[in-house]
């Protein structure tokens, strides 16, 4: 089946623009992972979803980052006044609700470049 | 303390040999782990899942939990070029999930 589709691959803004990246998750998983991974860094969790609910956005770097996710399905990740630093690619996950374990299937990502 | 403890590399094994890929966590309560892997400019892609004590092997992929020592390993048999890549591992997890940074391995033909 489809496996988790992230739009766009790439996007070149200018510094202060706003950005919208949008992830769409595999059919019935419930649970929705946003992680930035800047150049040869590790995974860095910004938000989780459980449906349309948020639990967990205590890695959100700043207030210029917001997230959120409608009909338990697409999620979108804003960032507001974009600044340099923020260029990273931007990874989504989504994991099946249910069983013994809890792998997350990872999107292929959006990569972010702030001029 | 980090959640979750890797050693970044770079690991360079020639081809053949076995690649020992380790991982110490903190949290007790830990039940699973994953272990990825991440080509460059790729996103990761899970290799193993780990819930309980002792080894679980899957082709040349071998697996070790030893939750009373904290400690998570991969081990790799017969390292090919295209084992290459960045392998990370995390618990399982609810909700948040914290990586380990990933520890990169070069296989040496």
């Known amino acids: 089946g489809a496996g988790v589709s992230q739009s766009p691959s790439n996007k070149v803004t200018e510094k202060g623009k706003d950005v919208e990246l949008r992830c769409d998750p595999i059919s019935g998983h419930t649970a929705l992972y946003w992680y930035r991974q800047s150049l040869g860094q590790g995974l860095e969790f910004l938000i989780y979803f459980q449906g349309n609910s948020a639990p967990d956005k205590s890695g959100l770097p700043s207030d210029r980052f917001s997230a959120e996710r409608t009909g338990g399905s697409v999620s979108t990740l804003t960032i507001q006044r974009t600044q340099q630093e923020d260029s990273a690619v931007y990874l989504c996950?989504?994991?099946?609700?249910?069983?013994?374990?809890?792998?997350?299937?990872f999107g292929p990502g959006t990569r972010l470049t702030v001029t | 303390q980090k959640e979750v403890e890797q050693n970044s590399g770079p690991l360079s094994v020639p081809e053949g040999a076995i690649a020992s890929l380790n991982c110490t966590y903190s949290d007790r309560g830990s039940q699973s782990f994953f272990w990825y892997r991440q080509y460059s400019g790729k996103s990761p892609e899970l290799i193993m899942f780990?819930?309980?004590?002792g080894d679980k092997e899957d082709g040349r992929f071998t697996a070790q939990l030893n939750k009373a020592s904290q400690y998570v390993s991969l081990l790799i048999r017969d390292s090919q070029p295209s084992d290459s890549a960045t392998y990370l591992c995390a618990p399982g997890g609810y909700q948040k999930v914290t990586f380990g940074i990933g520890t990169k391995l070069q296989v040496i033909p």
């Open positions: 780990i819930y309980s004590n």
């Open positions: 996950a989504s994991r099946h609700p249910g069983g013994k374990s809890y792998e997350q299937y």
